[in-house]
C-alpha cells in the first residue's frame, strides 16, 4: 500500500501543494512531464493574497526586492485600491520562471522528490489507494500512494481520466502575447489601453523584457503551433503606430477567453488544483495566484487525512471553499473582459462603473475581490464577529517575553495558531490536547487594530477594524475562531482539527 501523495505536474500549484503537504511530513512525488523548466512565463506577477500565502511560509524573502504594483484597477477602470487600510495591489515584474524557480528549490529543501521527465498517462484506484502509471525516460512504471492530484494545468489529463466536466463557455475572442527584448521605446500600459480596432497593454516583466498583450478586436481564437512574432508585430502596429518588427523576443503565443470550471475538485482519491480547475482570461493577475491559493486550502487538509487525525468531512471541505472561489473568479474576469474588451457599445457602463468605484464602499469591495483578500469561509455557521472565516492580516504579534513576531511568521510551519491577546489562560487549556497540531501563544497583544475586508454582510461600522481577545487561525491563515462572539472554542478545533490527542 503507498504511503504518501502522488502530484501530476511541477507548475506553481503542483509545486506549491508539495510544500505544504512536506511540511506537514507526508512523502510527495511530483511527476512532470516536462525533462527540463520551460523558461516561459505566462503569469508577470500575483495577487496581494497570493503575497501574503508565499510570505506565509517564508518565502516572500525569496523573491528578493519586489515591485508592487501602483495601479489598481478592475477591467481597466482604474480603482483606489488603498481604499481598504492595507493597500490591495499585487506584486508585478515577477516572472513566472522565476516562482517556479523558487517553489522548486523551496521543495527540494523540503525532501519532495521531484521527477522530470514523467508523464502520468493512466491511474487505477483501490479502495485504500491509488496506482499511476508513469512514462518515463525508462518507459512504463507504476506508483502507489494514497492519494493524487491532478496539478496538470488547464488541459488536465488527471481530470479527463477521472471523467469530470469541465462546463462552460467557448472562446470567442483571440489575443497575442509576446515578451520583447531590450525595447524601452514601448510605452508603458499596465492596465490596458484601449485604442481603435482593439485593446493594448505592455508591462515590465523583468529586466529589459516587456510583456505586451494584444487583442485585436476582429482577432478571434487562433492555432498557436504556426504563430510568428511577426504576425504579432503587424498587428501592435495596426493597433498603436509602433513598428517592433525584427525585434528579439523570448516568448510569443496566442490565447483565449475560453472559460471553464471542474464541477468536482474531487472524485475519490484524485484530486484537481489550479487551472485544472479553472481557466479563464488573465485578467488581474489571478489564475495563479488563486491556483496557489486552492493548494494552500488543499495542503493541509489532504495531510491531516494522510496523517490520520482529519475529522469527519475535512477533506470534502476543499470543494466546498474552493468551488465557490473559483465561479467568483470566473465571474470576475469575464466581467472584466466585457468591460476591456468589447467596443464603443460598452462605452456607458465602464462611465458608470467608473462612477460607481469613487463610492469607498465599492473601491473596497472590488478591491477585496481582485486582490483575494475578501475571500470568506463559512466558519460553521457561526457569523458573531466579522474577522470569521476571512484571512488573518499579517499584524504585528507582541509576545510576553517583550519580543514581537508577526501572523505571517507564527504560521510557517503550515499548522493551526491560537493567539490569546487578552490575558486570559482559558483558551490555551482548552486548546492542550491538540498541542500537537495547533501551537499555541499565550500572553500575546496586537501592535495594531486588525482590518475587515467586506464580503458583503459585514457590517459598515467594522472599518474601524477591531482587536481581538483571541483568534484561532487554520494553517492557510484563516480566522476559524475569535473571541470575543466567535462561537465555542472546543466547536471549532474539533471542526478544523479533530479529537484532541
Ligand atoms: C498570457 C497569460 C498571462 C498570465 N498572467 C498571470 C499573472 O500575471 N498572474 C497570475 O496569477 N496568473 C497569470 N496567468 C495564469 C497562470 O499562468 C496559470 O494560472 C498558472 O500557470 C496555473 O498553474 P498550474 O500549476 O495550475 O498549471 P500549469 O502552470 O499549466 O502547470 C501544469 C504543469 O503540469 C505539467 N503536466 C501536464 N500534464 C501532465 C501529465 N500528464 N503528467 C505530468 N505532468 C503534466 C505541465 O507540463 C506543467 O508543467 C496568466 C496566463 C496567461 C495565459
Redesign the pocket.
Known amino acids: 500500500m503507498g504511503t504518501g501523495v502522488i502530484i501530476?505536474?511541477?507548475?506553481?500549484?503542483?509545486?506549491m501543494l508539495a510544500g505544504e503537504l512536506r511540511l506537514n511530513g507526508v512523502d510527495v512525488v511530483v511527476?512532470?512531464?516536462?525533462a527540463t523548466p520551460?523558461g516561459e512565463s505566462?503569469?508577470?506577477?500575483?495577487?496581494r493574497r497570493?503575497a501574503e500565502v508565499f510570505h506565509q511560509r517564508g518565502l516572500l524573502a525569496r523573491f528578493g526586492d519586489i515591485e508592487i504594483g501602483n495601479e489598481g484597477h478592475f477591467g481597466g477602470v482604474r480603482i483606489d485600491f488603498t481604499a481598504l487600510e492595507d493597500n490591495h495591489f499585487g506584486i508585478r515584474g515577477v516572472p513566472?520562471y522565476r516562482i517556479e524557480e523558487i517553489l522548486e528549490a523551496w521543495v527540494t529543501d523540503l525532501g519532495v522528490d521531484v521527477r522530470r521527465g514523467?508523464?502520468?498517462?493512466d491511474y487505477r484506484e483501490g479502495s485504500d489507494d491509488i496506482t499511476v502509471v508513469?512514462e518515463g525516460p525508462d518507459g512504463r512504471a507504476e506508483h502507489t500512494a494514497r492519494y493524487l492530484v491532478g496539478?496538470?494545468?488547464?488541459?488536465?489529463?488527471?481530470r479527463k481520466l477521472a471523467g469530470i466536466e469541465f462546463p462552460g463557455r467557448e472562446a470567442t475572442r483571440g489575443?497575442y502575447?509576446a515578451d520583447v527584448v531590450d525595447r524601452p521605446d514601448i510605452k508603458p500600459r499596465v492596465i490596458g489601453e484601449r485604442v481603435d480596432g482593439g485593446m493594448v497593454m505592455a508591462i515590465r516583466l523583468e529586466e529589459g523584457v516587456t510583456r505586451i498583450?494584444i487583442h485585436p478586436a476582429k482577432l478571434t481564437p487562433r492555432d498557436n503551433s504556426k504563430l510568428t512574432f511577426s504576425e504579432i508585430a503587424d498587428s501592435w502596429q495596426e493597433l498603436t503606430g509602433q513598428s517592433l518588427h525584427g525585434a528579439e523576443t523570448k516568448w510569443v503565443?496566442a490565447?483565449t477567453n475560453a472559460t471553464r470550471q471542474a464541477a468536482e475538485y474531487r472524485r475519490g482519491r484524485v484530486l484537481l488544483?489550479?487551472?485544472?480547475t479553472h481557466i479563464h482570461i488573465?485578467a488581474g493577475?489571478?489564475?495563479?495566484?488563486?491556483?496557489v491559493q486552492d493548494a494552500v486550502n488543499l495542503g493541509w487538509k489532504l495531510a491531516a487525512t494522510v496523517n490520520g487525525w482529519a475529522p469527519e468531512g475535512l477533506l470534502d471541505t476543499y470543494q466546498a471553499e474552493r468551488h465557490p472561489v473559483g465561479e467568483k473568479l470566473l465571474r470576475n474576469t469575464l466581467a472584466q473582459a466585457s468591460l476591456y474588451l468589447t467596443g464603443d457599445e460598452m462605452e456607458p457602463m465602464r462611465q458608470v462603473m467608473r462612477e460607481l468605484v469613487q463610492s469607498p464602499d465599492a473601491a473596497r469591495r472590488l478591491a477585496g475581490h481582485v486582490s483575494g483578500l475578501g475571500i470568506r469561509y463559512d466558519m460553521g455557521g457561526a457569523t458573531g464577529h466579522p474577522l470569521l472565516g476571512l484571512r488573518m492580516p499579517d499584524r504585528e504579534v507582541k509576545l510576553g517575553d517583550g519580543s514581537t513576531t508577526r501572523v505571517s511568521r507564527l504560521l510557517h510551519p503550515a499548522r493551526g495558531v491560537l493567539v490569546v491577546a487578552d490575558g486570559s489562560t482559558g483558551p490555551a487549556k482548552l486548546a492542550a490536547g491538540w498541542s500537537d497540531r495547533i501551537d499555541i501563544v499565550t500572553d500575546a497583544g496586537w501592535s495594531d487594530r486588525v482590518d475587515i475586508v467586506p464580503d458583503g454582510w459585514v457590517p459598515a461600522d467594522t472599518a474601524e477594524g477591531t482587536t481581538p481577545d483571541a483568534v484561532l487561525l487554520r494553517p492557510d491563515g484563516h480566522v476559524a475562531w475569535v473571541s470575543p462572539d466567535g462561537g465555542e472554542l472546543l466547536d471549532a478545533l474539533a471542526r478544523w482539527f479533530g479529537s484532541p490527542r
Open positions: 501530476a505536474g511541477a507548475g506553481p500549484v503542483g509545486l511527476y512532470e512531464q516536462r520551460s505566462r503569469g508577470v506577477g500575483f495577487t497570493a513566472q514523467y508523464e502520468v498517462v508513469v496539478c496538470d494545468g488547464g488541459r488536465s489529463r488527471i489575443m502575447v498583450i503565443s490565447f488544483s489550479g487551472d485544472s488573465p493577475a489571478q489564475g495563479l495566484s488563486v491556483g
